[in-house]
């Protein structure tokens, strides 16, 4: 296992500079940017899109659908020669038509369903790049705070790269969580405090500081290093080799922090740049999907503004979508601006109501999941997506992960 030789350099991603020569992924982990004139801010990896071009192109080809899980795209990952033991269950999540769904709203409706995972979500896809990089830079352990799924697979991956056990730090109210629960199966070292993920994300810094300074520990916390947003590519490049030259018009995307809509948008531009779209192709526009109840992208995306502004979040259902903030805010309007989308807001009761027809369209999904169907119909409402498009709902997660925390917290 060793470091992608593609890779070309590393970037800021608000200022756009490329780091200097010392910052280099093979010698010690890379958290947020420390250089440029806006240090502080994530790390985007570059890659010698001509050197690797050949590599893509097979791996989108049907043939390559012959390598398992996340090592069909590793010409665009951090990691190379990784034991396909690791990550061969990781991703190859098919795109399916819903017909039931789509034709009474007079679009073509298709979804892309990550609960197949190992853990049950997307968030697989992230960490178990995250986890494989930190291991090649000599961590021995990872750390990160978690309302959700992202501490469940950290723990999970961990496990699978013999790896000391993850440090998982939750909010106080989940305390006997679903989410507790599964990253213990795992051997997670668990903490709880704080009323949500950013006071919970402080104070597992401020437990842990000296060991993040040496790098024995590595924070992969959303966007705190680059693998998780590489992770999160592999669902655009998916969709790019199984959609062919019919991809979809519009994705709409369950949006909390943000890594998987921005490496969406990355993995188009990458094929793009390497001339490797279908002839005539257009990525897909992406729509961001939040709660009304925590809705810091909608808002910041209504008011025009170039990242996100924090709001106060008043609690939602979808615990995937309960961010109040964005580190990567200018990256996620950067993608919304440039593929051409838009952001919306859904109530509580439209995301169960939309949960349930998914359910008697034979389509298992979380609430987060469930937002984007009904994100789409305020979408058609508002003449945003037009009659005959061609749309696809990333559905991220299980609904026996959501069902299952609901009861425990109506219990």
């Known amino acids: 296992m060793k470091i992608n030789p593609y890779i070309r350099a590393l970037r800021c991603s608000r200022s756009g500079a490329e780091a200097p020569s010392d910052v280099d992924l093979a010698r010690r982990p890379v958290g947020l940017s420390t250089w440029g004139d806006a240090p502080g801010a994530p790390v985007e990896v570059l890659y010698d899109l001509g050197a690797a071009r050949d590599e893509l192109a097979h791996a989108l080809s049907p043939a390559g659908a012959a390598a398992l899980g996340m090592s069909r795209f590793a010409a665009l990952l951090p990691v190379v020669d990784v034991d396909d033991g690791y990550w061969a269950d990781v991703g190859g999540t098919p795109c399916l038509p819903v017909p039931d769904l789509g034709e009474s709203r007079g679009v073509e409706l298709w979804v892309k369903n990550e609960s197949q995972n190992p853990t049950g979500s997307f968030k697989d896809r992230g960490l178990a790049v995250a986890v494989a990089l930190a291991r090649v830079c000599g961590a021995r352990r990872l750390a990160l705070p978690t309302q959700g799924n992202a501490g469940v697979a950290a723990a999970f991956f961990s496990r699978r790269m013999g790896l000391e056990p993850c440090i998982v730090h939750m909010p106080e109210g989940y305390q006997g969580s679903i989410y507790q629960r599964s990253a213990a199966l795992f051997g997670a070292e668990l903490a709880f405090g704080g009323p949500n993920i950013a006071s919970t994300g402080r104070a597992m810094r401020e437990a842990i500081a000296e060991s993040l300074q040496s790098g024995e520990i590595v924070d992969v ?28 018009d519009a994705i709409v995307y369950p949006t909390g922090g943000g890594t998987g809509l921005v490496g969406i948008h990355k993995a188009f531009a990458e094929l793009g740049e390497a001339g490797l779209l279908a002839q005539g192709a257009r990525a897909p526009r992406l729509y961001a999907v939040q709660a009304e109840r925590c809705a810091p992208v909608v808002a910041s995306w209504e008011r025009g503004l170039d990242h996100v502004e924090p709001v106060t979040s008043q609690g939602t259902i979808a615990d995937g979508l309960d961010v109040p903030g964005a580190i990567m805010g200018h990256g996620i309007m950067r993608a919304l601006r440039e593929s051409g989308g838009g952001a919306v807001a859904v109530s509580e009761a439209d995301i169960e109501r939309a949960m349930a027809q998914l359910g008697r369209a034979g389509v298992g999904a979380g609430y987060e999941s469930a937002a984007t169907l009904a994100a789409l119909d305020a979408l058609i409402a ?16 299980s609904q026996l992960i959501a069902l299952a925390r609901a009861a425990t917290t109506r219990a």
Do not use: N
Request: aromatic letters at 4%; glycine letters at 16%.
């Open 221 to 248: 916390s959303t966007f705190f290093e680059p693998g998780r947003l590489e992770g999160k590519k592999t669902m655009g490049l998916e969709i790019a080799a199984q959609m062919g030259d019919a991809l979809p």
């Open 382 to 397: 508002r003449g945003e997506i037009a009659a005959g498009s061609r749309v696809l709902l990333l559905l991220t997660g």
